[in-house]
């Protein structure tokens, strides 16, 4: 995913989606585009509890 | 009179890039290779289409700044880009439709064109590549 610098490509900050046929190298090296973080999804973090046997009752 | 003019103001993108305020000229070609397919059973000449080979030919400002012309071009040259042109500004339609050459090839790069007094401009072609017309947005 790519995001827009130049205004010359469209808003500045917005996603970048290439069309067919363009040549994304050449937007990334003159500046125009770049590598974007936006959109990645962390993933969830699950909360691991030690595995505890139930406490016995009994007496 | 003519009911209908076009005072040429194109919208001019190049490789997602919009050039359209350096560009002074834009010439779109559609050019399809003719074939031969005359015989003996006709007295004339006749002709099929071919391979299509599409040309668009561009003049622009010369300017070596960020984002300006050299920048959007020196990557480009001797590699396939999509090229876009439409009559005016505004939404793809019917009577402003957009014509694209998606994987044409820019063979050369004129790096200087310099004459005294005078602001440099160059001249590009972009040939091959698929046409289509789009005028839905």
């Known amino acids: 995913m790519y995001e827009i610098i130049s205004p010359r490509v469209g808003i500045p900050g917005a996603i970048f ?3 067919p046929g ?15 973080t ?7 973090k699950n909360k691991t509890e030690p595995d505890t046997e139930p406490e016995s009752t009994e007496d | 009179m003519p009911t209908s003019t076009y005072l040429p103001s194109p919208i001019v993108v190049v490789n ?26 006709s007295p004339n000449r006749s002709y099929v289409a071919g391979m299509g080979n599409h040309e668009l030919t561009l003049t622009l400002y010369m300017s070596y700044a960020a984002s300006e ?34 994987g044409c090839y820019l063979e050369a790069l004129p790096v200087m064109n310099a004459s005294l007094g005078e602001l440099s401009t160059i001249d590009i072609t972009f040939t091959g590549g698929a046409y289509t ?3 839905t947005v």
């Open chain 2, 69 to 102: 012309t050299y920048a959007t071009l020196k990557a480009l040259v001797g590699t396939q880009t999509t090229v876009r042109v439409k009559p005016v500004t505004g939404n793809e339609s019917a009577t402003n439709p957009d014509f694209v050459l998606t």
């Open chain 1, 38 to 44: 936006k959109g990645t999804v962390k993933s969830a």
């Open chain 1, 22 to 36: 363009v040549n994304v190298e050449a937007l990334l090296s003159g500046g125009f585009i770049k590598q974007s």
């Open chain 2, 16 to 41: 997602s890039i919009d050039l359209s305020d350096q560009c002074t000229a834009a010439n779109l070609t559609l050019n399809y290779e003719s074939q031969e397919n005359s015989s003996f059973a």
């Open chain 2, 133 to 135: 017309e789009d005028v």
């Open chain 1, 17 to 19: 989606e290439p069309r």
